[in-house]
């Protein structure tokens, strides 16, 4: 069964630091998104992505977080300059076009620790 | 705006217990209704879902029905079981454009005991 794969499972790095959070999603869907978890509190929305550009993005995604699809498969989610409150669990998301309701792919996420 | 409320956590429960997991909602708009569920160690994974009024998302022997007039989606099981040990979300997303993102409740963590 297709899936949507996240690399690292988990990445420990320092304050200030630049992080690349990895997502393969389905290779037939269409549009992808970062959600967020810190730890005991809610999964929320960072940003969506369609047609190679940025569609919809919330107020926590400011200009130190920015994604990218380089290659057709791969979509990132790089954090320039990590502060602590970064740290959270980091999901990735994708699905097709085929239906509004559509079901949304997640992957198993990213587990980021900023020290 | 949008948000979900769902019953805190954690539930802790017997095997073959009845199960309810309350989950109320608000949006601007018409929304679709979703219970996500996140085993340990693995991502989140879609359990139902409901896309209008009255209708009912089943699964895995879970339940919910889309009460608009509670705006209310508590997802419920007759008999639980360990495998069922896992975090709920309680998701809602209006349909109004077609990149819309999911609106995620905080989780309820259920535990089922032997």
């Known amino acids: 069964e297709p899936e949507v794969t996240q690399t690292p499972s988990h990445q420990v790095t320092q304050m200030g630091q630049e992080v690349i959070l990895r997502c393969v999603p389905i290779?037939?869907?269409?549009?992808f998104y970062w959600y967020r978890q810190i730890l005991g509190q809610k999964v929320e929305f960072l940003v969506s992505f369609y047609n190679n550009e940025i569609s919809e993005k919330s107020e926590i995604f400011d200009d130190q977080f920015s994604v990218e699809r380089p290659d057709g498969s791969n979509f990132t989610l790089k954090i320039r300059s990590t502060k602590l409150e970064d740290s959270a669990m980091y999901f990735c998301?994708?699905?097709?076009?085929?239906?509004?309701?559509?079901?949304?792919?997640f992957g198993e996420g990213s587990r980021l620790t900023v020290l | 705006g949008n948000s979900v409320t769902q019953m805190e956590g954690p539930v802790t429960l017997s095997e073959e217990a009845f199960l309810t997991i309350n989950c109320t909602y608000t949006?601007?708009?018409?929304?679709?209704l979703f219970w996500y569920v996140q085993y340990p160690g693995e991502g989140l994974q879609l359990l139902l879902k409901?896309?209008?009024?009255?209708d009912k998302g089943s699964n895995k022997g879970f339940e919910a029905t889309y009460r608009k007039e509670t705006t209310s989606f508590h997802l419920e099981k007759g008999s639980v079981q360990v495998s069922d040990s896992a975090v709920y979300f309680c998701?809602?997303?209006?349909?109004?454009?077609?990149?819309?993102?999911?609106?995620f409740g905080s989780g309820t963590q259920l535990t089922v005991l032997p």
């Open positions: 409901a896309t209008k009024a009255d």
């Open positions: 998701a809602l997303r209006v349909s109004s454009g077609s990149a819309r993102q999911l609106t």
């Open positions: 290779s037939n869907h269409l549009y």
């Open positions: 949006a601007t708009g018409y929304p679709s």
């Open positions: 998301a994708s699905r097709d076009g085929l239906a509004v309701a559509g079901e949304l792919f």
